[in-house]
């Protein structure tokens, strides 16, 4: 399992040097870009049980922030990421504050119900750009800039957020925190009574997971270079992220990372053969393959892949006895 | 618009919320699944409604027992062939499993019947208008309303009236003491399926003759139906029935005073606010 892990991470590392067409680095991006999505979302949902659906409030917020402050303000991406991931944080912090209250189905519809207000009020606020959305200035290209002329510069920023994310995971899963984020995830009233403050490590989560999905938002700004509602705050694309983390398994260190490299390249695939019709055919196959992992794998790939291993390993010890 | 006239609309449109979330909550009392393909089911019932009308001459109000009883069979099949597979999984993977089904029917339907807006015509209730104590009502949307009451009302009156209306109650109240009375409790989930689809089969057709037939139609109502459920409490009827009415008449009523654009906005603020002071919704278990 781990020298499959590293050899999967050395070939994401030379994707961008030894495939040159702009397609499958294009492709690459947003397996990474999901990767990086579903890891934030692991956190909340995964780590500390809390369903979040409305993951586009910060994404969009990063987005947003860091396109605003470039806008008007001539402020680098770098600093409009970490300013996008501020307002993330205060956003996630006030409602969190409020919504932790909320238990299982009624969490996760008041994220719907916040990610909707959300796409509704940027769409009537003008200095947003409205539904109109925002082109971003620029102003040359370059690692300060972070913006590219190919495709190579964008993959290694992204690479080193993905680290980043998955690094502050291992590091909080094996702390205090993920002890008491799995306290409060299987189940918090007993958790609160031997004395976990579950209310501030919900906080925590939700925080940091905030945080890296505004800095992938605010990434997706500098790579696409225009942000409207439609592409940053629909509820379509909290659902994405749900999805990625869950179809690859959910409360894993490498479940999102897996279920965004099987999610892109599927609906990728079923869009390159069966979308050219234009009548949504990809969409029927996709719909049905989420069905079937949701029957066959409930716990997601990761599941499966540790069913594989240990088939192979048995099989190993058979024939070397 | 004065204010009545914004308040009877908005308790018409509330009636039918009202019963496509009665259909929502009902699938979750017995047995605690959010049905995420609940629009997609509307949206079939609208098509069917939409095919019967063009190729069958036959009126929407009509029809309206085959959509509820193809609608019936459409849970009943869900159920047995998908649903019965994820009830042990986590609750994310039976989101999953019922959102997959919706991604599936409703790009299945844009595959079979294209993207258009569909219109059904000329129907007995469109073109008539009815006028009282300077109120305008519009004839699809009163016979809609009207369809709605006497649907959720049918059903709260015949749920603890039937044996087997009752022996679902019994098991959304306790499976393990419903199943050791010899209720078995597979074939009130399917029936609980079954239910819960024919009220949006009904939905769909009252729908179906004053509202555009495409095939994302489904996805507006299944949002204002899934926060009608919250907020009256999720697993109860009168509560799903409650948070309907009270969604259609905020919305109305935002629309018309406040700002047209903003009229969701108020609805989901409406919901934050409901089930902030009251976690489990209106009428739910506190």
């Known amino acids: 399992m781990k020298i499959v892990a590293l050899v999967a991470a050395a070939l994401v590392l030379v994707w961008p040097l030894i495939v040159r067409g702009p397609y499958p680095q294009h492709l690459m991006i947003l397996v990474l870009l999901n990767a990086l999505l579903g890891t934030a979302w692991n956190i909340l949902g995964g780590f500390a049980g809390q369903i979040s659906l409305g993951q586009a409030i910060f994404f969009g917020a990063g987005a947003y922030t860091s396109t605003l402050l470039a806008q008007h303000a001539d402020v680098s991406p770098w600093l409009g990421l970490l300013a996008g991931a501020g307002v993330a944080v205060a956003l996630a912090v006030a409602i969190g504050a409020p919504c932790f209250r909320l238990s299982g189905h009624y969490f996760a519809i008041a994220t719907i119900a916040l990610g909707e207000i959300a796409a509704i009020a940027v769409t009537n606020w003008d200095f947003a750009g409205g539904a109109v959305g925002l082109f971003l200035p620029v102003e040359g290209t370059g690692i300060a800039q972070m913006k590219f002329d190919d495709k190579r510069g964008y993959h290694y920023v992204l690479c080193a957020l993905l680290a980043l994310a998955l690094g502050v995971t291992v590091w909080l899963r094996g702390a205090r925190a993920g002890f008491y984020w799995r306290a409060i995830r299987e189940d918090q009233a007993a958790a609160r009574s031997a004395g976990v403050p579950a209310t501030r490590y919900k906080l925590l989560a939700i925080s940091v997971s905030a945080a890296f999905t505004a800095m992938a938002g605010t990434f997706y700004a500098q790579y696409v270079l225009f942000i409207d509602p439609p592409s940053v705050l629909p509820l379509s694309l909290s659902i994405q992220i749900c999805l990625v983390a869950v179809l690859g398994g959910a409360g894993t260190l490498l479940g999102p990372l897996l279920g965004a490299a099987v999610l892109v390249p599927l609906s990728a695939a079923t869009s390159v053969f069966l979308g050219g019709s234009g009548r949504s055919l990809d969409l029927v196959v996709y719909g049905a393959l989420i069905m079937i992992i949701a029957v066959f794998e409930p716990s997601g790939l990761v599941g499966l892949g540790r069913r594989i291993s240990a088939t192979v390993s048995r099989n190993f010890a058979r024939e070397t006895p | ?286």
């Open chain 2, 1 to 286: 618009m004065n204010f009545a006239q914004a308040l009877v609309s908005g308790l018409l449109t509330g009636f039918v919320f009202a019963l496509i979330a009665a259909g929502l909550t009902l699938i979750f009392g017995v047995m605690e699944i959010v049905n995420f393909a609940h629009g997609e089911f509307l949206m079939l019932s609208m098509y069917l409604s939409y095919f019967f009308h063009t190729f069958l001459r036959l009126d929407p109000l009509l029809a309206l027992p085959l959509n509820a009883a193809a609608l019936f069979a459409l849970g009943v099949i869900v159920y047995y062939a998908l649903i019965r597979r994820v009830l042990k999984a986590p609750m994310l993977a039976q989101i999953f499993a019922t959102f997959g089904l919706g991604v599936f029917l409703q790009s299945l339907a844009q595959f079979l019947w294209r993207p258009d807006f569909r219109t059904l015509g000329e129907t007995w209730v469109s073109g008539r208008r009815i006028a009282l104590a300077g109120v305008f009502v519009s004839g699809p949307q009163l016979a809609a309303a009207a369809g709605a009451v006497v649907t959720t009302a049918l059903l709260w009156w015949l749920l603890p009236r039937t044996s087997t209306g009752r022996a679902l109650l019994a098991t959304a109240e306790d499976k393990q003491a419903a199943a050791l009375m010899g209720i078995d409790p597979d074939r009130m989930f399917a029936l609980a399926w079954g239910i819960g689809a024919a009220c949006v089969g009904v939905a769909g057709a009252l729908l179906s003759t004053f509202h555009y037939v495409f095939p994302q139609v489904g996805s507006q109502f299944a949002l204002i139906a899934f926060v009608a459920v919250a907020l009256g409490g999720f697993g109860s009827v009168l509560g799903a029935f409650a948070g309907g009415i009270a969604i259609g008449v905020v919305e109305s009523l935002s629309g018309v005073f406040i700002e047209p654009a903003l009229k969701n906005l108020f609805v989901f603020a409406i919901y934050l606010i409901v089930v902030l002071a009251r976690p489990r919704g209106l009428l739910g278990k506190q």
